[in-house]
């Protein structure tokens, strides 16, 4: 797919995007130099995927921080529909997410969509997708929540308390208004079409600005948010937007569930991990030893060194060394892509061992803790 | 309007309607003398709106019968969207599904639609809808419901238990498919929208057959449960339909509580009613006393004579004498009028004296009853 050729919406992302340009489609805002180092400031630390910018759009973060300086605080909001088993492009904002809460000590709201993967899907059952909600939870939990601070609910849970607002969400929307934005016509059931408004509800949770890590491929969803959050007196979702990671097998696009060699499952034992590596990882290395010796390698669409960039090394020299010895080509592919299979599986355990502890802490998170127990009590309305 | 020239839709009753040839237009039964004679030797007794067809129609009412004389029981569902007062016309399904649960010893669901209120008029709040709930509430426990096998409840507050039977449902209707039912289009507001998979859950609350008295007018919503229902597992719901109680100032049509000289209302004081029927109530008899000796009334146009036969008066020889008296020109149409004054008021000042005794009671049917506690245990899924 030529350049500038790609298709980026809430269900596909195709071809090589352009950010910049994503940013001018999309309306949103870069994250500026002096909007990180703004935050850098406040919270005297950036994570790596501020630094190394695969969060890179936002829309009124630099209201949030300001916010927050002047005391008024914000609060976080992210989400899932459910599937069975999770891979490593799907831990992003979670990651990013409980970096911020802990960074700005602000409560977590993680709405679980059971109803929406069901209804969204002729062969799921509401059992399957509520079995997966369970499972993902305790990857969800893993990359580090606050326990008094995070709300997770699964939706046909958590209905009850927010049914109320929901239809006065859902009264100013028409089908319209959302069936372009979420993909659907006048075959898509009727379950699906009401969905927008539950989607919309945790982003009035509290009478504070709403902060949603997502990558930008969501952005849609919010723009129907921000059309009607201030006529319920409520404020207008901001985000803050990631890149995708790219698929294993080829630099375009996303990776995918449905596609088993785009992308390692947080599940993935240590030896799949360096079997799907070494035989599917996209190389821009050259195809022999003299070759890349001679010429060195396209990073630009090179996986194994962008999984090292966007997510697995976090260390900003030993990035700077790979990148120039890749380049130069005094490094091979099957060095780089060693040293990936060495960080994600070094990922992984730690995974699997806060996975394996996350398993006592699922009710405290659902309905125990003290946010949750808090919301448990409230009714939106 | 012509004879022959009226439409009868959920959301419009015009014209003078011919309910032989709706019977055809609509597929349903007609309830036969013999469905008539079968349901007075299995409980006895025969009601009023039965003996005098103003209930003249049904779905399935024949198996409902069929299956309580097996053993297997049925239940009847039957629900109001709240509105601010209720007029007698409102009563007679309540009425008749009070009579129903008495003679048949059957559990009774009452579902108060106070989100589809909200939803389908941009001028109300969703406070005024849920007051407006807690008030009809009065009226229909007023009608005389078994306190331990009736449970009323209002969707916002009940939706927890539902949902997940919804969603179900709501995955089998398309837009497409509900959007001529319903009256619906692209500018209708995504709740709106869902809300049929809300009305058609109560069909589902037992594993047995539902059977729902209802205006005929009614009858294409449940066609949807009808086409659906088995494929989830449960029965067609079936259904026993009424005529429309003229509106008070004219043959045609049904009583609108949008045009208060249509219609009496449950809280018109004597007073009130006696000037109501006075002024406003639609005669079949002649313009003068001596027209009226020499030619009689026309009682098929005759909303007094009607409003008697159909609800007020319960005595089958009374009716016959003024329904002859009035046709020979022996009865003045003035006299029937304070016939009727008297009837009417003497049902209210009963349904006041019920509905004031129904204020203790509604936490029992809501919360506390034993069909209530039941269903508030109870997730339907």
Known sequence: MAEGNYTVTPWEVKGKVDYDKLIIQFGTQKITDQLREEIKNVVGDMHVMLRREIFFSHRD??????????????????GRAPSLGMHIGHMIPFLFTAWLQQKFGVNVYIEITDDEKFMRNLDYSLDQTRQWALDNILDIIAAGFDLDKTFIFQDTEYIR??????????????????KATFGLDVSSNIGIIFYPALQIVPTMFEKRRCLIPAGIDQDPYWRLQRDIAESLGYFKAAQIHSKFLPPLNGPE????????ESAIYL????????????KYAFSGGQPTVELQRKFGANLEIDVPYQWLYYFFEENDEE???????????????????????????EFLERHRERREKA???????????????????KIHE
């Open 61 to 78: 973060l630099d209201l949030v921080i300001k916010d927050w300086k002047e005391g008024k605080g914000f609060f976080l909001y992210t």
């Open 161 to 178: 308390n927010m049914y109320p607002m929901a239809i006065k969400i859902a009264k100013k929307l028409t089908f319209s208004e959302v």
């Open 253 to 260: 696009g996303k990776m995918s569930s449905s596609i088993p």
């Open 267 to 278: 599940t993935d034992d240590p030896k799949t991990v360096e079997k799907k590596i070494m």
């Open 319 to 345: 990035v700077k060394r790979i990148e120039e010895e890749y380049r130069s080509g005094k490094m091979l592919t099957g060095e780089v892509k060693q040293i990936l299979v060495q960080r994600v599986n």
């Open 359 to 377: 398993k006592d802490l699922v009710k405290d998170f659902k309905y125990e803790g003290k946010l949750a127990k808090m919301m448990w009590e």
